[in-house]
């Protein structure tokens, strides 16, 4: 692929008054692909591409007859110069990627932090929220590194080199096998060294964060003084008169009157511009909040393996005579819960800070919270390994416990912010908002459910391949003692809960069956089809069925959220009173009781393995197969889209170097043309233009027509995320660019209306629903029959070239601009 020298000089200079066809500047059609993404060569028609500006991960590209296309205006009278914004390789790039999706979890942690509801004036209800959600995120690492534990410290140093019988058959464990006697044959030193083990991933989770992190959120937009905010407040977080700022916390709403950068005339002076959230300078920078936040979990994680090192060898010393190991014990263990209470003061005192572009950091928390965990992680290896030669590994860690803790929390902070969003929702009484408003907390028991099965499902192969023919829990003849209790019941309940999914999936198979067959009438007076093809007709009405499933998604996320937090309850319940797994808590009662117990617990124990086998498979294909990468992909790319505002080890935010991308050559290519501009996105490339130009200054605006075609804007963003893209934000998007199009389908299960009627001398944003297929059977025109297209090829439709060249006709007139030399483009 070529890549061009230089851009185009601006150089032409523009009389006033002459129209904008005849100015000697082309119109500029930049083109935004959607999930699964796409090459410059297919959205250009042409095999002949060029890079104009960008890099490998994303870049900006034109034909190759079009690279000088501002020199040579008279050739683009009719149709636009087009000009394709590649950022697929954001999300996928190597097959490497793909493991992201072991990620899930703190994806999905992150998600609740933005589907929280609107509501102007509940301040601290809000700020409750997003501390809510900060504190599930971080029980999420906790959970992880305790697995992790469980499976390394527990499982194989603690029981199975302890046990002559398991590692007697494995001779990598034989240097710490209790049989041998040898100096890692102590239960503490055998500790201290499988704590490398969670410690590397710990220290791989800080490493992947800490590289996305200085590849994505730190993108600077283009967005005025970076000095100070909207609102009069310096780098310092201080007001001109020297009083304190209010800190950048979650109580800064979506809709907070931020002033407008870059108003031109006294009014906007008098009386400020309300800026929404996706245009406030700092919303697509968040360097200082994540790297705060990774410092925080780093440290959390440590401390956890600290704690787990060090807590089995104070227990030992509480019963021995040795005074003195017994204090120092006693010291560390105190020392590692200040210092938890540390990490925890960090993640709840402060939130985003949107309202600012904030290029600071908090050295002190950044250094010295990993810094004092790795300090504590090592007293506490060094305290563990001292020599206690009368101490002998039996039975489990107290890992029973800690699970049970962490699903208690886990369980109490969704049920707190559940109550948080329903406050919410009652006020801003969003109609249209999945679940009432309860996304958000819906969405965070899935990441919590997600983690459980993940982490369980490792502790439950290692225990089962460690155990041999034997069955952790459920009789003597195993090797080893297995994995806790809870993890046993926790795999029960997935059968259950299947079993209960059942039921809505059955009724919405029917439901299905029964609107298609209704729709059938329908398609055919839509056509006007004298002689109706009953294969046809069934064929459209029954993509247009499944299409519409989309719309009952908050059903089925509703059921599965609940019935997760009532199982889960159940499970930690059923753990914590009977002490055994469930085939041997049912033991007396019963044979149905048994065997169901029995069964649910086979069945659950080889359904959480293969579940997280299943998360690499899917992950490992969604970038190798196109039809994977398109179903996949339509989940993914809509949680990496938001910051990492809630868990810094989630998947990097593409939109935070996406978003800038297309705000700076939108703004560099007007101001230095004054052409007209018309960008055109497509599925989610449709969300990242409009918050592309949500970013423009009021100036560059303008000169901006916005084109949006199979866009999940109202259909999947305005219910989940209500405070972002709700109808109020919407129109709020439609009142700031006057020129606005929407084109959508009946077939698309993706795309949608985006719902913002006619006001004053704006019209409506939607165009009428477009046919799909766009003729019934054949005609003179169309021979062959036409394809339903359903989510692709808008631009097939003579609709779309009708809609973009009236888009452009309704901009103004080009912009006078006067000579400004080079263009600045280099060949770099």
């Known amino acids: 692929?070529?890549?061009?020298?230089?851009?185009?000089?601006?150089?032409?200079?523009?009389?006033?008054?002459?129209?904008?066809?005849?100015?000697?500047?082309?119109?500029?059609?930049?083109?935004?692909?959607?999930?699964?993404?796409?090459?410059?060569?297919?959205?250009?028609?042409?095999?002949?591409?060029?890079?104009?500006?960008?890099?490998?991960?994303?870049?900006?590209?034109?034909?190759?007859?079009?690279?000088?296309?501002?020199?040579?205006?008279?050739?683009?009278?009719?149709?636009?110069?087009?000009?394709?914004?590649?950022?697929?390789?954001?999300?996928?790039?190597?097959?490497?990627?793909?493991?992201?999706?072991?990620?899930?979890?703190?994806?999905?942690?992150?998600?609740?932090?933005?589907?929280?509801?609107?509501?102007?004036?509940?301040?601290?209800?809000?700020?409750?929220?997003?501390?809510?959600?900060?504190?599930?995120?971080?029980?999420?690492?906790?959970?992880?590194?305790?697995?992790?534990?469980?499976?390394?410290?527990?499982?194989?140093?603690?029981?199975?080199?302890?046990?002559?019988?398991?590692?007697?058959?494995?001779?990598?464990?034989?240097?710490?096998?209790?049989?041998?006697?040898?100096?890692?044959?102590?239960?503490?030193?055998?500790?201290?060294?499988?704590?490398?083990?969670?410690?590397?991933?710990?220290?791989?989770?800080?490493?992947?964060?800490?590289?996305?992190?200085?590849?994505?959120e730190s993108q600077r937009p283009p967005t005025g003084d970076e000095g100070r905010d909207d609102a009069g407040h310096d780098d310092d977080g201080h007001d001109d008169d020297g009083r304190d700022a209010s800190p950048c916390e979650d109580g800064d709403d979506a809709e907070g009157a931020v002033p407008s950068a870059g108003a031109e005339d006294t009014d906007a002076v008098a009386k400020p511009v309300v800026r929404h959230a996706l245009g406030r300078p700092g919303f697509w920078y968040g360097r200082r909040l994540v790297a705060r936040l990774r410092a925080a979990h780093t440290a959390a994680g440590l401390l956890s393996v600290a704690a787990a090192v060090a807590g089995a060898a104070a227990r030992?010393?509480?019963?021995?005579?040795?005074?003195?190991?017994?204090?120092?014990?006693?010291?560390?263990?105190?020392?590692?819960?200040?210092?938890?209470?540390?990490?925890?003061?960090?993640?709840?005192?402060?939130?985003?800070?949107?309202?600012?572009?904030?290029?600071?950091?908090?050295?002190?928390?950044?250094?010295?919270?990993?810094?004092?965990?790795?300090?504590?992680?090592?007293?506490?290896?060094?305290?563990?390994?001292?020599?206690?030669?009368?101490?002998?590994?039996?039975?489990?860690?107290?890992?029973?416990?800690t699970f049970r803790v962490i699903a208690l929390a886990q369980g109490a902070l969704v049920v707190a912010l559940a109550v948080a969003a329903g406050a919410l929702h009652r006020r801003a009484h969003h109609q249209r908002a999945a679940m009432r408003g309860l996304g958000g907390p819906a969405v965070a028991m899935l990441a919590c459910a997600l983690g459980g099965v993940m982490t369980g499902g490792v502790a439950q192969r290692v225990a089962d391949w460690l155990d041999g023919p034997g069955t952790p829990g459920m009789d003597d003849q195993g090797a080893i003692p297995g994995p806790p209790v809870l993890l046993s019941w926790q795999a029960s309940v997935i059968p259950v809960l299947l079993l209960v999914l059942l039921v809505p999936a059955v009724v919405l198979a029917v439901r299905t069956w029964l609107t298609a067959r209704g729709l059938a009438g329908t398609v055919e007076s839509e056509y006007g089809e004298g002689r109706p093809d009953t294969v046809r007709t069934r064929r459209i009405a029954g993509t247009r069925a499944r299409a519409a499933l989309t719309d009952v998604a908050p059903i089925l996320v509703g059921i599965v959220s609940g019935a997760t937090l009532l199982l889960g309850a159940g499970a930690v319940g059923g753990a914590w009173v009977s002490g055994e797994v469930p085939g041997r808590a049912f033991h007396d009662d019963g044979s149905i009781a048994e065997s169901a117990a029995e069964t649910a617990q086979a069945l659950g124990s080889w359904l959480i393995g293969f579940g997280f086998i299943l998360f690499v498979t899917m992950g490992r294909r969604a970038y190798r197969d196109a039809s994977a990468r398109r179903t996949i992909g339509i989940l993914w790319d809509v949680g990496t889209f938001w910051p990492r505002a809630a868990h810094p080890f989630a998947p990097p935010c593409y939109a935070e170097r996406a978003v800038p991308d297309l705000t700076w050559r939108m703004c560099t290519w007007t101001e230095r043309t004054g052409g007209r501009l018309v960008i055109s996105g497509h599925s989610q490339g449709s969300v990242l233009a409009a918050a592309a130009v949500w970013q423009l200054p009021a100036a560059t605006r303008r000169r901006v027509a916005l084109l949006t075609y199979g866009s999940p804007l109202e259909r999947l963003y305005g219910r989940w995320f209500p405070a972002y893209f709700g109808p109020a934000a919407l129109s709020e998007l439609r009142s700031e660019v006057d020129c606005w199009r929407n084109l959508y389908r009946r077939t698309d299960p993706i795309g949608g209306p985006v719902l913002v009627p006619a006001e004053g001398h704006h019209r409506e944003v939607d165009r009428e629903v477009l046919k799909d297929p766009l003729v019934y059977g054949r005609s003179d025109r169309y021979p062959l029959p036409e394809p339903i297209l359903g989510h692709s090829d808008y631009q097939a439709d003579p609709a779309f070239a009708a809609e973009r060249c009236e888009l452009l006709e309704r901009l103004g007139p080009v912009v006078p601009r006067q000579n400004q030399g080079s263009s600045g483009r280099s060949s770099g």
């Open 1 to 216: 692929m070529e890549r061009a020298s230089h851009e185009v000089s601006p150089d032409t200079e523009v009389s006033p008054g002459i129209g904008a066809e005849h100015c000697g500047v082309p119109a500029l059609e930049l083109l935004v692909h959607g999930v699964g993404g796409a090459t410059p060569q297919d959205m250009l028609h042409d095999p002949r591409t060029v890079r104009i500006t960008g890099d490998e991960k994303a870049a900006v590209y034109r034909r190759t007859d079009d690279a000088e296309a501002e020199r040579h205006p008279q050739a683009f009278r009719e149709r636009p110069v087009p000009e394709a914004y590649c950022w697929s390789n954001l999300t996928s790039g190597n097959g490497a990627r793909a493991l992201w999706l072991l990620l899930l979890p703190f994806m999905v942690a992150n998600l609740a932090h933005w589907m929280r509801p609107r509501a102007t004036g509940r301040r601290r209800t809000t700020r409750l929220y997003g501390v809510l959600v900060r504190l599930v995120a971080l029980s999420l690492t906790v959970l992880l590194t305790a697995a992790a534990c469980e499976v390394a410290l527990d499982l194989v140093a603690w029981q199975c080199a302890g046990s002559p019988d398991c590692s007697g058959e494995r001779s990598w464990l034989g240097f710490m096998s209790s049989a041998q006697g040898g100096w890692w044959s102590q239960p503490g030193r055998r500790l201290a060294l499988a704590a490398a083990v969670p410690t590397a991933l710990v220290g791989l989770l800080w490493y992947l964060s800490r590289r996305t992190w200085t590849a994505y």
């Open 316 to 401: 030992h010393d509480r019963g021995a005579d040795d005074t003195l190991l017994e204090l120092c014990g006693r010291l560390l263990e105190g020392a590692l819960a200040v210092a938890g209470l540390a990490v925890v003061w960090v993640v709840l005192r402060r939130g985003r800070c949107e309202k600012r572009l904030d290029a600071r950091l908090d050295k002190a928390a950044v250094r010295c919270l990993p810094g004092t965990a790795i300090a504590l992680l090592a007293l506490s290896v060094l305290y563990a390994s001292w020599s206690r030669p009368g101490w002998a590994s039996s039975g489990t860690l107290p890992g029973d416990v």
